[in-house]
Structures are given as structure tokens and as C-alpha cells.
């Protein structure tokens, strides 16, 4: 079955930048919605931003006006720009994404293997 892959992550200072992106591991026709979640010692998963095929964004509350998620249909890619990083931001961080037959909400049919991002001080 198709899973995510993921790339970019890694080790960088505070208030760098890090680009992940996402992409199929097999050949896939689309998918519907998609987004980023993260996880940090000792926290519940958290989405931190979603986007809808059509390019609807929203994001939570911690990485508003530093985080931008994008996609590429044609490549059935996802992408989590992140600047002014914080120690906080230091999780490893899921893309998910849905069947193009879903509706409504991030239903998760489809995970990457996660990959951590460390912000150090």
C-alpha cells in the first residue's frame, strides 16, 4: 500500500529554517486532504497545519505567522515551511493525507514515518 516518505529534518539553531517535504512511495492518482502533525517528549500529537486540495490552509496557534504548508498536485507533494524555528518546535513531525473520495476533515488514511526536527538554543 502507498505510505509517505518524508525528508528535510534535522538539527538547526533557533530562529533557522528547516523545509519538509512529503511524497508517495508508489505511484498514486491523488489525494484529498493533507497536513502536518508533531510530537514532542512527554505531549499528545498535535496538528500543526492542514490544507485542502484546493490550497485552504489553517494552522495552530503556536506556528501561525512562522509556518507555511503548501502542496503540489501534480507531484502529490507536501511541504511544511518552517522559519524563526523555537526550542519548542522540537518534535518529530507525521505528514498525513487522505484518499481523494474523503470529505470534511484529515481522516489520516495515509502516514509518513515521521522525522525529527531539533531546535537547539
Known amino acids: 500500500q502507498v505510505q509517505l516518505v518524508e525528508s528535510g529534518g534535522g538539527l538547526v539553531q533557533a530562529g533557522g529554517s528547516l523545509r519538509l517535504s512529503c511524497a508517495p512511495s508508489?505511484?498514486?492518482?491523488?489525494?484529498?486532504?493533507m497536513g502536518w502533525y508533531r510530537q514532542a517528549p512527554g505531549k499528545q500529537r498535535e496538528l500543526v497545519a492542514a490544507?485542502?486540495?484546493?490550497?485552504?490552509?489553517n494552522y495552530a496557534d503556536s506556528v501561525k505567522g512562522r509556518f507555511t504548508i503548501s502542496r503540489d498536485n501534480a507531484k502529490n507533494t507536501l511541504y511544511l515551511q518552517m522559519n524563526s524555528l523555537k526550542p519548542e518546535d522540537t518534535a518529530v513531525y507525521y505528514c498525513?493525507?487522505?484518499?481523494?473520495?474523503?470529505?470534511?476533515?484529515?481522516?489520516?488514511?495515509?502516514w509518513g514515518q515521521g522525522t525529527q526536527v531539533t531546535v537547539s538554543t
Open positions: 508508489r505511484s498514486i492518482f491523488g489525494f484529498s486532504d
Open positions: 490544507i485542502t486540495r484546493g490550497g485552504i490552509t
Open positions: 498525513a493525507a487522505d484518499q481523494l473520495s474523503r470529505s470534511g476533515r484529515l481522516w489520516g488514511d495515509y
